[in-house]
């Protein structure tokens, strides 16, 4: 469903996670253009987790425990994230293999568990709004 927020937002992290497989793949060997890849992806996911928080987080009547559960969970992963983005350049193999967990980990709830609960439960006139707040700051403009 193209009108969906699960939609919007998975083709967001298709996007982004295709510029971080293409960092980690070793395919881009010019140093400019990996410094400019590297800021893409920062910046790109940078914007995700902010329009995510103002978009959707923010809800106040979210009603169910479970869903306020998990934008508490997502939260403390969005300033995991950031904290690690901080210096992504400079990161080690161990630290980037937690950054690939963490990413993974995340995506999966929220594609796999948020991002439907919030189509099916929320609305139509709530899931509009939120539909509109999306496009209108996605970075990509899906």
């Not at 995340?106 to 496009?135: C, F, M, N, Q």
């Amino acid at each position: 469903m193209q009108n969906s927020i699960t939609f919007l937002m998975s083709n967001e992290h298709k996007v982004i996670f295709a510029k971080f497989n293409k960092i980690l793949d070793g395919s881009v060997v010019d140093k400019k253009e990996m410094l400019e890849l590297i800021k893409s992806f920062k910046d790109d996911l940078l914007a995700h987790m902010k329009l995510e928080e103002q978009a959707i987080f923010n809800i106040e009547d979210i009603g169910s425990n479970e869903m306020k559960q998990i934008f508490v969970k997502l939260l403390e992963e969005h300033s995991q994230i950031r904290r690690m983005l901080v210096d992504f350049a400079r990161l080690d193999e161990e630290t980037v293999d937690d950054l690939k967990d963490i990413l993974a980990k995340h995506e999966a709830l929220e594609a796999g568990t948020l991002y439907p609960k919030l189509d099916r439960e929320l609305s139509d006139y709530l899931k509009e709004e939120i539909l509109k707040k999306l496009s209108e700051g996605s970075v990509y403009g899906v």
